[in-house]
């Protein structure tokens, strides 16, 4: 790719964040509730303390002037303070964002490890029972709410057969310092095994519970897609060879079939992002998406901001990333 | 010549939602060493039905249900599926209609003639920088041979990069690297351009006489099996009806299928004149009574034809399946 191509993507992201920054600043606005009296809360202070406090957050100011002063210092990278936390935004939000990732990317592998397989299998074994129980399965997956399946699972897993913790991302005697913020690098740096260990643990039903939707959407695709490699002419080409039939499924099928499942894990991997909302909500999983939850009902303005426009980032950068994967994987496009 | 490949009573079947379809239905064919042997036949006559049995490609919902696969001496139907994987492209080798979709899209055209050769080839290094460059050699090789320049650098381009008529000479050479003792060409010009045809069509037969092998040429143009071909079968509605050497068959016409293709051919020497299209269409192979296939186009139908039609001898090394060759002395 052209590094013209690729200030011409990046220029197309300007529109984007200020089209989102505008939408959340409306909204948030629009919102009942105002934030300083969820601060006051019971306590009693006169009209002058709740006049000072409000004109110290700023918001004496009229919307479109705060709109623009929230622009200026975005612009050079001031997301200004959180109300709730009295630390600038940014602080917060990266000592969040890292159980966010490690969360995510553990259930992006667990859904690409296990819908590859099953995709394929289903495929290959087509009308068997194993693809009708997956055809329920992926079906079950994509319309099962995080909420009620974490809780379940919470259920089964924690309360009933003490298997796994409830929540939380690792147990109060394992905690090591903090190095990366990841936590399955942290504890292996500190060569603290034990805790590598809990932190897998507590890992496994929150991704499994995030994982889940992506895991369905991206067996179907990979059965569909498979279903289409397999009746092309090269397929029985690669057969008329007399190739192994390893070789020709996973070689020829499966790097063709592969083309629309990963196109598709990338832009999913941004669906991820409200799952975790949920998710984390459900699972007390300390990151950005209970942060996120957290600031709405705090009415904290400027750290809902700071973190729709990091999402909406993420978001475009993903896609990015499935173009280029795109490219990578079928020679026959350019970018 | 003795036979390489010699098919009896070749019956395929396609198990359809409407009934069930005998694409293929009592199906003979004697290949002989180092002849050119040219399957005609419209679309759904079964002519590529039958060379797919041969190489053991009829998939779900098809099956080959009946018959005798003979090449050099062995049953190929009696094989296992990985006894049969030795066979295909070693043994018996296949070129695919269109190379556009025969070649796979996301593997260089090296990878594509470099697995034939680690599927079959003994004579290869066992492993390291010797077997590299042994299977590099060889794919340099097989490109040269089949004409395309500057093979070396070729190699790690994709097919998309190649043009119609280079991507034939691909597939050709990825079907003749393990040097097959048959090669069976479907329809190998009817993708490509005119001026294209002639030359792939050269490309096979000069090779065939290089490297000594057998050659099934299936196409529907009996230009290309009169100019290339020892031998020709007629095919229509999943059996043969007429075979024998070229020249005769085609000088004189046994068959009023085959009378008819042959009337339906535009020539230079009869411009002006019309061509005489066969009239109707290919019946429903559904439910087709066991009479004569040909019966309700054939312009010299009667009543014995609705009786079971066997193929008769019809002069020297020729048949038909006709019963007019019974009242004419043939």
Request: include cysteine; hydrophobic fraction near 50%; proline fraction near 6%.
């Amino acid at each position: 790719m052209s590094l013209g191509k690729l200030i011409e993507r990046l220029l197309q992201l300007v529109p984007v964040l200020l089209g989102v920054t505008l939408i959340v600043f409306v909204m948030m606005a629009l919102t009942p509730g105002d934030p300083v009296q969820i601060m006051i809360g019971d306590q009693t202070i006169t009209p002058e303390q709740e006049e000072a406090l409000r004109r110290g957050l700023g918001l004496d100011r009229p919307i479109v002037e705060r709109f623009f002063v929230f622009l200026g210092n975005a612009a050079q990278g001031d997301f200004g303070q959180s109300f709730y936390h009295r630390r600038p935004v940014a602080d917060v939000i990266s000592e969040r964002l890292p159980a966010t990732i490690e969360l995510s990317l553990v259930a992006l592998i667990v859904a690409l490890v296990t819908a590859i397989p099953l995709g394929v299998l289903a495929a290959i074994r087509k009308n068997s029972i194993f693809d009708k129980l997956a055809t329920v399965g992926s079906l079950l997956g994509v319309s099962l709410p995080g909420f009620w399946f974490g809780i379940l699972l919470i259920m089964l897993f924690a309360v009933q057969w003490h298997i796994l913790p409830v929540s939380g991302r690792i147990g109060y005697a394992s905690e090591v310092p903090t190095i990366t913020g990841f936590l399955l690098i942290d504890t292996l740096l500190h060569g603290n095994l034990p805790a590598f260990w809990d932190a897998v643990k507590h890992l496994i039903l929150p991704a499994v519970t995030l994982g889940l939707p992506m895991t369905a959407i991206l067996m179907r695709v990979t059965r569909t897609s498979m279903l289409e490699v397999l009746r092309q002419d090269y397929v029985t080409f690669a057969d008329a060879k007399g190739l192994s039939r390893r070789r020709v499924l996973f070689r020829h099928a499966l790097k063709n079939a592969l083309i629309p499942t990963v196109s598709v894990a990338a832009i999913e991997t941004g669906s991820l992002l409200g799952g975790n909302m949920i998710v984390e909500t459900v699972f007390g999983w300390p990151g950005l998406g209970r942060l996120v939850v957290e600031s709405i009902f705090l009415r904290n303005y400027p750290l809902v901001q700071a973190a729709v426009l990091l999402y909406a980032v993420i978001y475009v950068g993903l896609n990015f990333f499935a173009d280029i994967l795109y490219t990578i994987l079928n020679p026959r496009v350019k970018l | 010549m003795s036979a390489l490949l010699e098919v009896r009573g070749l019956r395929t079947v396609f198990h359809t939602r409407a009934g069930e379809v005998w694409a293929v239905d009592g199906v003979d064919v004697e290949v002989r060493r180092g002849e050119c042997l040219g399957i005609v036949g419209e679309s759904g006559s079964g002519k590529s039905v039958t060379f797919a049995s041969v190489m053991g490609l009829v998939r779900s919902p098809g099956r080959v249900a009946e018959g005798q696969i003979v090449f050099e001496g062995r049953d190929l139907r009696a094989l296992s599926a990985r006894e049969m994987r030795a066979v295909r492209g070693k043994e018996i080798a296949m070129t695919m209609q269109d190379a556009l979709t025969a070649l796979n899209p996301a593997l260089t055209v090296g990878e594509q003639i470099r697995e034939a050769l680690e599927a079959h080839d003994e004579t290869l290094p066992a492993r390291g920088q010797a077997r590299r460059a042994a299977i590099r050699a060889k794919s340099v090789e097989m490109l040269g041979l089949v004409g395309i320049p500057s093979a070396e650098s070729r190699l790690r381009q994709y097919p998309h990069e190649f043009s119609g008529g280079m991507r034939q000479r691909i597939m050709i050479a990825i079907a003749l690297a393990c040097r097959p003792k048959l090669l069976i060409a479907d329809e190998p010009t009817t993708a490509l351009d005119v001026t294209i045809q002639a030359q792939v069509l050269e490309l096979i037969t000069d090779i065939r006489a290089r490297l000594g092998m057998s050659v099934v040429l299936i196409t529907h143009d009996l230009g290309v099996v009169a100019e290339h071909c020892d031998r020709v079968m007629v095919m229509y509605a999943g059996q043969v009806v007429e075979s024998g050497p070229t020249e005769d068959v085609i000088a004189s016409p046994r068959h009023p299928y085959t009378r008819g293709l042959l009337a339906s051919i535009p020539r230079p020497g009869l411009r002006g004149q019309p061509i005489k299209p066969i009239e109707g269409q290919v019946p429903d192979l559904i439910g087709m009574p066991p009479q004569c296939r040909f019966y309700s186009r054939c312009p010299l139908r009667r009543d014995a034809c609705l009786a079971p039609v066997a193929m008769r001898p019809a002069g020297e090394g020729r048949s038909a399946r006709c019963v007019l060759l019974d009242e004419v002395p043939a």
